[in-house]
């Protein structure tokens, strides 16, 4: 990391999340009882913002909600784990939304709307060039629109700032743009939708990985869910196992490893050591339900990996 006291700059989503639990999801023309309704600050940019913080990383967020009470209600919760939210603007547009449906089994299915996160041009990212060049880290997701996050890709590599990229959810990318990524983190249908390579085992991660660095990536950390993470670039390599956990919730898991990853960057650590320290937080996060109420601070993951 080129100056570990600048802040990582998360640019991307806030949604509030409805959430409701079920035994499986409906067919088309089926209605059935879910239960435990409950509504919970998401979206994927403020997730791993606030897993940054959470986990004492020094974290500015940038993105949009609207003049609603979700709105407001999203910026106050980032604020409080002291994220800085000086960059969180409020729109003309609703705030984003997600509903997610959890199985029992602890696998969920989101339907966005993307309301004020939609609203981002290529024009609107000019002006946040200078917060990019002074960042150590830029964290991008794709809830935000893609022409904005191409035009975020080529400031960035033109300052020289390295880009950790989650491709979730997959929309295609221009093929120029991949040489500005320093770290690509795809679950496995993201993996498999971007390569054409069907990911559901360590021997297609490692494919799909190399198909991504010939793109022009750095690195790729492909999350696998129970079966941990395939490394694959020039700073990790191989498999990171999961930690063995009963999950009841997987919302936001992916979204707290890449805070893990983010922070542990920050302090200097190895991407090897940054990897274990996602993986440990994101093994609490899938323990509890909800999206950012379900992300530990960084005493608790430190207290759940001591020896003995
Ligand atoms: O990654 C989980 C998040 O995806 C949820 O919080 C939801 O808002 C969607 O953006």
Same mark, same amino acid.
């Given at each position: 990391?080129?100056?570990?006291?600048?802040? %990582?700059?998360?640019?991307?989503?806030?949604?509030?999340?409805?959430?409701?639990?079920?035994?499986?999801?409906?067919?088309? &023309?089926?209605?059935?009882?879910g239960h435990d309704f409950s509504t919970h600050h998401g979206g994927k940019g403020a997730n791993?913002?606030?897993?940054?913080?959470?986990?004492?990383?020094?974290?500015?967020? %940038?993105?949009?909600? &609207?003049?609603?009470?979700?709105?407001?209600?999203?910026?106050?919760?980032?604020?409080?784990? &002291?994220a800085n939210i000086d960059g969180i603007e409020t729109v003309d547009a609703p705030t984003g939304v997600a509903m997610i449906l959890v199985e029992d089994n602890g696998q969920n299915r989101i339907l966005l709307s993307a309301g004020a996160n939609g609203t981002y041009t290529p024009e609107d990212i000019d002006p946040l060039a200078p917060a990019i060049r002074q960042a150590c880290l830029l964290v991008l997701q794709l809830e935000i629109p893609v022409p904005a996050i191409v035009r975020l890709l080529a400031i960035a590599k033109a300052a020289g700032t390295p880009v950790l990229l989650n491709p979730a959810p997959m929309a295609a990318l221009p093929d120029n743009c991949w040489d500005a990524v320093?770290?690509? %983190?795809?679950?496995?249908?993201?993996?498999?939708?971007?390569?054409?390579?069907p990911v559901d085992s360590l021997d297609s991660a490692s494919q799909a990985a190399k198909q991504l660095l010939a793109r022009g990536v750095k690195q790729v950390l492909i999350t696998l869910g129970s079966q941990g993470v395939w490394a694959a670039g020039a700073e990790a390599n191989g498999h990171f196992p999961a930690q063995k956990v009963h999950a009841i919730d997987t919302t936001a898991a992916g979204d707290t490893f890449i805070g893990g990853i983010a922070t542990g960057l920050q302090e200097g650590l190895s991407l090897t050591e940054a990897i274990q320290l996602g993986q440990a937080a994101s093994a609490i996060t899938v323990s509890r339900r909800g999206a950012q109420s379900a992300i530990p601070a960084r005493h608790e993951v430190t207290s759940a990996n001591q020896p003995g």
């Open positions: 990391m080129q100056n570990p006291h600048a802040p %990582i700059l998360v640019i991307g989503s806030l949604n509030m999340d409805l959430v409701m639990r079920t035994p499986r999801v409906p067919q088309a &023309g089926e209605t059935l009882h791993q913002a606030f897993a940054c913080a959470r986990l004492g990383g020094h974290v500015h967020m %940038i993105g949009r909600v &609207g003049k609603d009470d979700f709105g407001q209600r999203l910026k106050d919760g980032l604020s409080t784990v &002291g320093t770290y690509l %983190i795809p679950n496995e249908t993201e993996a498999s939708e971007l390569t054409g390579i």
